[in-house]
């Protein structure tokens, strides 16, 4: 499933979205009149989509509306929008890949002059360099899809509350399917030579247990106000960990 955009595009500006590599379309998007390139593995992509859309816009319309929201690992946007169009007053996403957050700038461009959005903006940067790249905490912190890049969780996570003044909305993948409180690490290795952003911006992951990465989210200074998982029966195609998290110590 795509990411559904009411407005329509001029042949100027499908001419721009067709010049967009396909590669830098981590979400589909759908206008009245036009369809965005489609990536190369937007089969895989699109069911990843559709579920992570599920279960996080619950939390989303709940939570952004009126409010600043800093959308992490944000590829070209989608989520960002979803936090627009959900009445967030202003969004800022981040990403590693200047192709994906220039298809998000794209995005943002429509909305420009249209309707009463205020359409969000984009930074390339790591989510490793968040304390320098932002100096003021934002109400709602959307972290989905990326920590199990990272090689370094705890610390990006401690970055995170620095700048989460009320919410930090979280999903997470390689999340392993025992009890209690494990992880392992894992080497990643670029086999096909394809440039992953996930390899760029580390070439290590840890796998956690759901108890682990809780406490990460305790370590950080987090507090779990509510969780949820893909049913069960998904779980192996999607070993997914979702919370709405809560600061709880002042930032360190
Ligand atoms: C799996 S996608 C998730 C996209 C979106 N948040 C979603 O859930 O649909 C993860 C994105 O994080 C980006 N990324 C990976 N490591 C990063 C880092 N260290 N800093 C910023 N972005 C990073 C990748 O380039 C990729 O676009």
């Given at each position: 499933?795509?990411?559904?955009?009411d407005?329509?595009?001029?042949?100027d500006?499908?001419?721009?979205?067709?010049n967009?590599?396909?590669?830098?379309?981590?979400?589909?998007?759908?206008?009245?009149n036009a369809?965005?390139?489609r990536?190369p593995?937007a089969n895989?992509?699109?069911?990843?989509h559709e579920?992570k859309?599920?279960?996080?816009?619950?939390?989303?319309?709940?939570h952004?509306k009126?409010?600043?929201?800093?959308?992490l690992?944000?590829?070209?946007?989608s989520f960002?929008?979803?936090?627009?169009?959900a009445?967030a007053?202003?969004?800022v996403?981040?990403?590693f890949s200047s192709?994906?957050?220039?298809c998000?700038?794209?995005?943002?461009?429509?909305f420009?002059?249209?309707g009463?959005?205020r359409?969000?903006?984009?930074?390339?940067?790591?989510?490793?360099?968040l304390?320098r790249i932002?100096?003021?905490?934002f109400?709602?912190?959307l972290?989905?899809g990326g920590?199990?890049?990272?090689?370094?969780p705890?610390?990006?996570?401690?970055q995170i509350?620095?700048l989460?003044?009320e919410?930090?909305?979280?999903q997470t993948s390689?999340?392993?399917?025992?009890?209690g409180n494990?992880a392992?690490?894992?080497v990643?290795?670029?086999?096909?030579?394809?440039g992953?952003t996930?390899i760029i911006?580390g070439r290590g992951?840890?796998?956690?247990t759901?108890g682990?990465?809780?406490?990460m989210?305790?370590?950080?200074?987090f507090k779990?106000v509510e969780?949820?998982?893909?049913?069960f029966?998904m779980?192996r195609r999607f070993?997914?960990y979702?919370?709405?998290?809560?600061?709880?110590?002042?930032p360190?």
């Open positions: 499933m795509s990411l559904k955009l407005f329509e595009l001029t042949p500006e499908q001419t721009d979205m067709a967009i590599p396909a590669e830098a379309w981590f979400t589909q998007v759908r206008f009245r369809i965005s390139p990536h593995e895989a992509l699109d069911a990843n579920l859309r599920k279960l996080m816009l619950p939390w989303i319309a709940a952004v009126g409010k600043t929201v800093l959308d690992f944000c590829a070209n946007g960002s929008f979803e936090a627009m169009l009445g007053k202003e969004v996403g981040i990403e192709d994906r957050a220039r998000a700038q794209f995005i943002a461009s429509i420009a002059g249209k009463a959005y359409p969000p903006t984009f930074v390339v940067g790591d989510v490793y360099e304390s932002f100096q003021e905490p109400d709602v912190v972290a989905l920590l199990y890049h990272v090689p370094d705890p610390y990006v996570l401690t509350r620095a989460t003044r919410r930090l909305i979280v390689s999340v392993l399917s025992s009890r494990w392992k690490f894992i990643r290795h670029d086999r096909r030579g394809n992953l996930s911006g992951a840890w796998y956690y759901v682990c990465f809780e406490n989210l305790q370590h950080a200074g779990t969780s949820c998982r893909p049913p029966f779980r070993p997914w979702c919370a709405l998290a809560e600061p709880t110590t002042a360190r």
